[in-house]
T-cell receptor, first 108, second 114 residues
């Protein structure tokens, strides 16, 4: 079983719509959780951290469910500039584990 | 503020040639990482260094060696390049590999082995 699993997509979503991604992780000792964004041929960059209480940053909401070992990302009022690959990231002692990413295409 | 700097940005090698990818960070981070990214495969960890003086294998270490030269620098060496090592290589660093630590990435090295 892979350590971090994501639906690869692509998700093709009209501009203005709401889109949600989920990610599951296998290591119950995972310590920290993040969503990263990666644009084509660029390096990954942190989008937001994920906390058990849930956290929001503008149009983006992230949620962590430790009991079920999944992480979610919700994007509201999607913009063309949101088109990218979104990587679910989990840290364990000594390492950072990336999911393969979910591709999102926002359609005009 | 440079962050994580990788050199070179592009490289073409012939099968069997060797080369070293350089990575340096100026954020005083303890942990450094080397990943490779192939289409459809996501980021796969090659080696990491939790702190200066230590290195450990990741998911795909075969064909690579690393050196944590000092706290700032973490190099990746291909002793005898193979076409299967054609990939984009990313170096990253973080304060520490555990709790609540964001990873910062270099811009990547695009390596082609012919």
């Amino acid at each position: 079983r892979k350590e971090v699993e994501q639906d690869p997509g692509p998700f093709n979503v009209p501009e203005g719509a709401t889109v949600a991604f989920n990610c599951t992780y296998s290591n119950s000792a995972s310590q920290s959780f993040f969503w990263y964004r990666q644009d084509c041929r660029k390096e990954p960059k942190l989008l937001m951290s994920v906390y058990s209480s849930g956290n929001e940053d503008g149009r983006f909401t992230a949620q962590l469910n430790r009991a079920s070992q999944y992480i979610s990302l919700l994007i509201r009022d999607s913009k063309l500039s949101d088109s990218a690959t979104y990587l679910c990231v989990v840290t364990v002692t000594g390492g950072i584990i990336f999911g393969k990413g979910t591709r999102l295409h926002i359609l005009p | 503020n440079a962050g994580v700097t990788q050199t070179p940005k592009f490289q073409v090698l012939k099968t069997g040639q060797s080369m070293t990818l350089q990575c340096a960070q100026d954020m005083n981070h303890n942990s450094m990482y080397w990943y490779r990214q192939d289409p459809g495969m996501g980021l796969r960890l090659i080696y990491y260094s939790a702190s200066e003086g230590t290195t450990d294998k990741g998911e795909v270490p075969n064909g690579y060696n690393v050196s944590r030269l000092n706290k700032r620098e973490f190099s990746l060496r291909l002793e005898s390049a193979a076409p299967s090592q054609t990939s984009v290589y990313f170096c990253a660093s973080s304060v520490a590999g555990g709790m609540n630590t964001e990873a910062f990435f270099g811009q990547g090295t695009r390596l082609t082995v012919v």
